[in-house]
């Protein structure tokens, strides 16, 4: 079966510095795809450089096929139809990307004129069903208020809207929660989850918070300075993650029950993309580094099925962790 | 138990709003009638979402600001009046941690210095004295010299609540808020931070409020929880106990909102509604409207915090005493 969003060897520099250093991904229909990475990773850049939403003097290599068509550097046209249309974003400050001055109706019909090809009286209807669908109470009333007479919760609901308003097949939500409130979050992935199924959209959810992806992804890639170190079905990466680099992050979750354990905190702090050092990237902060470790950077491997991963340590993370796990 | 540091006996703060450039005022409750006891040496976790009053309560404990009414005991004394030469040495033995890092340090001056500068202020020690100090809180917050030379801006953002946090200890203070001193960090590095506050406060003998949205980075560091909703405190008790068995009903979604890897979202409590609106408290119970479980007598009557055995105290009239666990 073809992927429907395949990214193979996708790679960005900007200024001369490389931030993306080839990144595949193969995302199935209907698949929910978690990337997690800590900020300066590349996880949102991966998206941005797939959908050309990089300002011009970014240098983007590499290939992103929609259904086996290439779309990256496709022409204008071809790609505002495929924004907003088969895929859709959002984003972590949902306020910013609403027009304070526009009404939801209006904001929201200019999506449908754009992607649907419905006028008049039947762009009302569907803007207030969208708005009815995502739990905006009163829908046809609200859609005459302005932005700033929601919620923070209400707003990023406005923002499902929107995305859903192209029926899109692939909805890229980064960072989607981050901003709001612990029960509002809940509500939210409720929701995101909910019309995911419905639709039968793939999704990429993309976050900083492995709580969140584990929770929400059939399968989850961990990114760490422009790479995929290591990918996996969700339940497999976090019983029995290889990469020590996931070691480290989900080490470094302080647990919500169970006794309480010193957490293992990875030393050190990300390298910066002007200076990466040779060979993987992680091995100046890996407890398991060896010489070999510094010579090429290690090529994301099978080691079992559907689960890949970029070390060569691998086998060795591997026993540790056993041998944690057995203490 | 070792005596308490920190009293804060029904402390109260009201402010007025005004809705749009002409609307009336309307009074805000920020902090309502809040009480809580930290023992010397001791954590205590102060959880909540926004608007619920946790920053507020934080920083009248410092006393930062005045509360309206109640009062804040510290080591067995009345807070004096700010302005005085007292206030200023009661001040250095308590210090605050905020969560922007970056907004806390002053961006044109090396980091030394602006560690070195509660010293000056509170005119500790020689000039030599001064300089032995900033080296030793350098190091005991894993940073080098090398580091106390750099401005803030070439610093990450890990190093930079270090730094923060060895200004914070300059004056060897007794008590320490962190006001969400970790929720800007990266995963990684929020660890490093929180072992690194863990340490220390076993060192130092030092005393915590540590205000967070975070459950888990509150349950790592903290004896005692307090949950607050709209002002009040809903629900208090050790951190474990808490949050394995917490018996409010809002307690109970936001720890069931809390996401874990392998666990899939079923059985989640998903809470209507939307975050509160501290201008327009509900009238009874604040949480009623959102409560599954709100009865009648919910939407009238304020529930009172009372003991349901053990240390923990809840306030919720379908809460009382052994007979709670059905809703597990």
Same mark, same amino acid.
């Given at each position: 079966m073809t992927p429907l969003v395949n990214i193979q060897g996708l790679s960005v520099a900007f200024n001369g510095v490389p931030v993306l250093r080839g990144v595949d991904i193969a995302l199935g229909k209907g698949e929910a795809l978690g990337l997690v990475g800590e900020s300066g990773s590349g996880k949102s850049v991966t998206w941005l450089a797939a959908l050309g939403l990089l300002p011009r003097h970014a240098k983007v290599t590499g290939s992103v096929r929609l259904d086996g068509r290439e779309i990256l550097g496709a022409p204008a046209g071809e790609l505002d139809r495929v924004r907003g249309g088969r895929v859709a974003m959002i984003f972590q400050d949902p306020a910013s990307a609403l027009? /304070?001055? +526009?009404t939801i109706r209006k904001q929201l019909s200019e999506a449908l004129v754009l992607h649907r090809d419905l006028q008049g009286n039947a762009v009302k209807a569907e803007a207030r069903r969208l708005l009815d669908l995502v739990g905006i109470p009163d829908a046809g009333r609200r859609l005459e208020a302005y932005p700033h007479e929601f919620s923070g919760g209400q707003v990023q609901r406005i923002m499902i809207a929107m995305a859903l308003a192209g029926n899109p097949d692939v909805l890229i939500a980064d960072e /989607? *929660? *981050?901003? +709001?409130d612990a029960t509002i979050q809940a509500q939210i992935l409720e929701l995101m989850s909910s019309v995911r199924r419905e639709f039968g959209m793939a999704m990429v959810l993309i976050s900083h918070d492995l709580g969140v992806v584990a929770e929400n992804c059939d399968r989850v890639a961990v990114m760490y300075a422009g790479r995929i170190v290591e990918q996996a079905p969700s339940n497999q990466l976090f019983a029995d993650p290889v990469h020590p680099y996931a070691q480290g992050l989900i080490g470094a979750l302080p647990p919500l029950d169970g006794p309480r354990r010193r957490l293992t905190a990875i030393p050190g702090t990300v390298p910066d993309p002007a200076m990466m050092p040779d060979g993987c990237a992680f091995a100046p902060r890996c407890a398991l580094a060896s010489d070999s470790c510094s010579l090429a950077a290690p090529t994301l491997a099978p080691i079992a099925d559907q689960r890949t991963v970029a070390c060569i340590r691998a086998e060795a993370s591997r026993r540790t962790l056993l041998g944690i796990a057995a203490e | 138990m070792s005596p308490p540091l920190v009293e804060v006996c029904d402390i109260s703060r009201t402010y007025s709003m005004r809705s749009g450039m002409f609307g009336r005022a309307a009074a805000v409750h920020a902090v309502d009638g809040v009480s809580l006891t930290i023992p010397k040496g001791q954590t205590l976790g102060l959880v909540g979402e926004s608007g619920s009053g946790k920053s507020t309560t934080g920083r009248i404990v410092l006393g930062l600001e005045p509360p309206d009414s109640g009062e804040v005991r510290f080591d067995g004394k009345p807070m004096v009046a700010p302005g005085t030469a007292a206030w200023r040495a009661q001040r250095a033995r308590m210090q605050m941690i905020f969560q922007d890092p970056l907004g806390a340090l002053d961006r044109r001056l090396p980091v030394a210095t602006q560690i070195r500068e509660p010293l000056d202020i509170h005119n500790l020690g020689t000039p030599a004295e001064r300089e032995d100090r900033v080296r030793d809180l350098l190091r005991a917050v894993e940073l080098t010299p090398a580091h106390g030379a750099r401005y803030p801006g070439a610093l990450s953002g890990g190093q930079r609540q270090r730094i923060v946090l060895a200004r914070a200890l300059a004056t060897k203070p007794d008590f320490l808020v962190c006001d969400e001193p970790v929720s800007a960090l990266d995963v990684s590095i929020q660890a490093q931070v929180v072992n690194l506050l863990c340490d220390l406060q076993a060192q130092l003998g030092l005393t915590l409020l540590f205000i967070s949205h975070d459950l888990r980075v509150v349950r790592q560091i903290s004896n005692v929880v307090a949950v607050m909703y709209l002002g009040r405190i809903v629900e208090i008790g050790s951190a474990d106990d808490l949050f394995a068995r917490p018996e409010h009903p809002y307690t109970q979604a936001l720890v069931s909102a809390s996401p874990a890897p392998g666990r899939r979202s079923a059985g989640r409590i998903v809470l209507a509604g939307d975050p509160p609106n501290p201008a327009a408290r509900p009238q009874g119970c604040a949480f009623h409207p959102r409560c599954p479980r709100a009865i009648a007598r919910c939407t009238r009557e304020v529930p009172a915090l009372s003991a349901v055995g053990g240390n923990r105290q809840v306030a919720c009239h379908l809460v009382t005493g052994a007979e709670t666990r059905d809703a597990a």
């Open positions: 027009n /304070p001055v +526009l /989607p *929660t *981050t901003a +709001l | -």
